[in-house]
């Protein structure tokens, strides 16, 4: 049979089962067809689109050219919404399916759309260590561009497609927060067009009271148009330390040790159970063992957390040397354990080194596909938070989230809160050491309602002042 006919006899079959099962069955119970057929073929159009099309920028050097003619159209909609007599509030013009949260914002049907075409790299000083950039520009995309430069930036948020302007205006964090904090400390100037069509440049020196308000406004304050962050001199691997802990008081204790050590470039927790985890420290070095390298980008590796995984069923510790633009990004493929829910068989040998090179689909594309029924049982079932509590809260914290969610892995992420003007600060008057408590996954905890459970959680971080 010729593989045209095995084709079409393939699709047929589908497309019988499909009939057979129901068609919202099928894309709730089994959503990997649709995903692994339509969604991971797509994706890898996506990325190479926006991956020529940043090339091509960058080679022509049209960004900064552009950069000030589309900051002026963004200045003319917001006026003309004021000369229309500013009857509806602004937001952004991207559409609610591109952006990485789950939420499914219904508020820009009925607001003013200001169109926002803002995705690239405007300029790299060397000497002041500092790259500009538009507030569209992924993680993924500035540490292809940064990285062969010889740079980086100091907090790199692990997923490819999260955005500099999201990152500013909600919160981003990295294994390397305990020494530089969250994203938005690594800033040192943003760029707003405000309510009435004004530009303005904001910084510690410069409208400094603008300028440490921004981070956590959600856009309330204005548009974002460009950003300037740190940069760093990147190295080549990152020498990790992977330690399995066992008991809950033992791995709180082991990971605020670790995350108070400032020669550990990153830290990072995964727990397993309540009684389980995998404490890793990290340092960036240019040198490293040959027979100890693993490049866990590799499409056809297992996923990181899983690999992680092995560590503790083996009850070993382990050190391994991963190149830096992949630990970076080492919750990509998976989407942290996301994934495993969507693809249950995605991180079988066989899928891996098949099709591993179209993980993962974009996260984008599964909301816009999602449809009204999956998108009730995400709501209703399935849980993506990030709680900011004390270090000294941890403990506590991780018992409360075991007793709420009962999700696991859960991810551990310190970071340096600084006592800084603006929305988020410590309760004292000097920086605190925090962590971040991420459950991604569908909790397991008996009679669980989304909307109670998470008033429960959010009512205990407030009282630990998190």
């Given at each position: 049979?010729?593989?045209?006919?095995?084709?079409?006899?393939?699709?047929?079959?589908?497309?019988?089962?499909v009939?057979?099962?129901?068609?919202?069955?099928?894309l709730?119970?089994h959503?990997?067809?649709?995903?692994?057929?339509?969604?991971?073929?797509?994706?890898?159009?996506f990325?190479?689109?926006?991956?020529?099309?940043?090339?091509?920028?960058?080679?022509?050097?049209?960004?900064?050219?552009?950069?000030?003619?589309?900051?002026?159209?963004?200045?003319?909609q917001?006026?003309?919404?004021?000369?229309?007599?500013?009857?509806?509030?602004?937001?952004?013009?991207?559409?609610?399916?591109?952006?990485?949260?789950?939420?499914?914002?219904?508020?820009?049907?009925?607001?003013?759309?200001?169109?926002?075409?803002?995705?690239?790299?405007?300029?790299?000083?060397?000497e002041?260590?500092?790259?500009?950039?538009?507030p569209l520009?992924?993680?993924?995309?500035?540490?292809?561009?940064?990285?062969?430069?010889?740079?980086?930036?100091?907090?790199?948020p692990?997923?490819?497609?999260?955005t500099?302007?999201?990152?500013i205006?909600?919160?981003?964090?990295?294994?390397?927060?305990?020494?530089?904090?969250?994203?938005?400390?690594?800033?040192?100037?943003?760029?707003?067009?405000?309510?009435?069509?004004?530009?303005?440049?904001?910084?510690?020196?410069?409208?400094?009271?603008?300028?440490?308000?921004?981070?956590?406004?959600?856009g309330?304050?204005?548009?974002?148009?460009?950003?300037?962050?740190?940069?760093?001199?990147?190295?080549?691997?990152?020498?990790?330390?992977?330690?399995?802990v066992?008991g809950?008081?033992?791995?709180?204790?082991?990971?605020t040790?670790?995350?108070?050590?400032?020669?550990?470039?990153f830290?990072?927790?995964?727990?397993?159970s309540?009684?389980?985890?995998?404490?890793?420290?990290?340092?960036?070095?240019?040198?490293a063992?040959?027979?100890?390298?693993?490049?866990?980008?590799?499409?056809?590796?297992?996923?990181?957390f899983?690999?992680?995984?092995?560590?503790?069923?083996?009850d070993?510790?382990?050190?391994?040397?991963?190149?830096?633009?992949?630990?970076?990004h080492?919750?990509?493929?998976?989407?942290?354990?996301?994934?495993?829910?969507?693809?249950?068989?995605?991180?079988?040998?066989?899928?891996?080194?098949?099709?591993?090179?179209m993980?993962?689909?974009?996260?984008?594309?599964?909301?816009l596909?999602?449809g009204?029924?999956?998108?009730?049982?995400?709501?209703?079932?399935?849980?993506?938070?990030?709680?900011?509590?004390?270090?000294?809260?941890l403990?506590?914290?991780?018992?409360?989230?075991?007793?709420?969610?009962?999700?696991?892995?859960?991810?551990?992420?310190?970071?340096?809160?600084?006592?800084?003007p603006?929305?988020?600060?410590?309760?004292?008057?000097e920086?605190?050491?925090?962590?971040?408590?991420?459950?991604?996954?569908?909790?397991?905890?008996?009679?669980?309602?989304?909307?109670?459970?998470?008033?429960?959680?959010?009512?205990?971080?407030?009282?630990?002042?998190?």
């Open positions: 049979m010729s593989p045209v006919w095995s084709l079409c006899a393939g699709l047929l079959l589908l497309l019988l089962w009939r057979h099962r129901g068609l919202e069955a099928v709730v119970h959503r990997w067809v649709f995903v692994c057929l339509f969604l991971l073929p797509l994706s890898i159009l990325d190479v689109y926006y991956q020529l099309r940043a090339w091509a920028v960058w080679r022509l050097h049209s960004a900064p050219r552009q950069h000030a003619q589309r900051v002026r159209h963004i200045q003319a917001v006026r003309e919404w004021k000369n229309e007599g500013s009857k509806r509030y602004m937001c952004t013009g991207r559409p609610g399916w591109l952006t990485v949260s789950l939420r499914v914002g219904k508020y820009k049907k009925i607001h003013k759309n200001i169109m926002i075409n803002l995705m690239d790299v405007l300029e790299v000083d060397s002041r260590q500092v790259v500009r950039v538009e520009v992924t993680m993924g995309q500035l540490t292809a561009h940064l990285n062969p430069m010889g740079w980086t930036i100091p907090v790199v692990e997923l490819d497609d999260l500099v302007g999201g990152l205006m909600g919160t981003g964090i990295e294994s390397s927060s305990h020494i530089y904090g969250l994203f938005q400390h690594t800033c040192v100037a943003y760029e707003l067009v405000l309510a009435d069509g004004s530009l303005v440049r904001c910084s510690p020196t410069e409208n400094s009271d603008l300028f440490y308000a921004v981070p956590w406004s959600c309330t304050l204005g548009f974002l148009v460009a950003a300037e962050i740190k940069m760093i001199p990147a190295k080549k691997y990152v020498k990790i330390h992977y330690e399995p066992r809950l008081q033992k791995i709180c204790e082991k990971f040790e670790e995350s108070k050590k400032k020669e550990n470039s830290v990072e927790g995964l727990v397993y309540l009684e389980e985890a995998v404490i890793m420290t990290g340092v960036l070095t240019d040198k063992e040959q027979s100890k390298i693993n490049r866990i980008g590799n499409y056809y590796k297992p996923w990181f899983k690999h992680v995984e092995k560590y503790l069923k083996a070993r510790t382990g050190i391994e040397y991963i190149p830096s633009r992949q630990y970076y080492r919750h990509t493929r998976s989407i942290f354990w996301e994934l495993q829910d969507i693809i249950p068989f995605g991180n079988n040998p066989v899928f891996r080194y098949l099709f591993g090179w993980v993962p689909p974009k996260i984008s594309l599964l909301k596909t999602q009204e029924a999956i998108r009730k049982l995400y709501e209703q079932h399935h849980v993506v938070q990030d709680m900011l509590v004390p270090m000294k809260s403990e506590k914290s991780i018992q409360t989230f075991h007793v709420d969610l009962n999700v696991y892995p859960l991810w551990l992420c310190p970071f340096i809160l600084p006592n800084n603006g929305m988020v600060h410590p309760k004292g008057d920086a605190e050491l925090y962590v971040d408590i991420g459950a991604y996954g569908e909790p397991k905890r008996k009679q669980f309602e989304a909307r109670a459970s998470m008033r429960q959680m959010e009512k205990f971080v407030r009282s630990v002042h998190g």
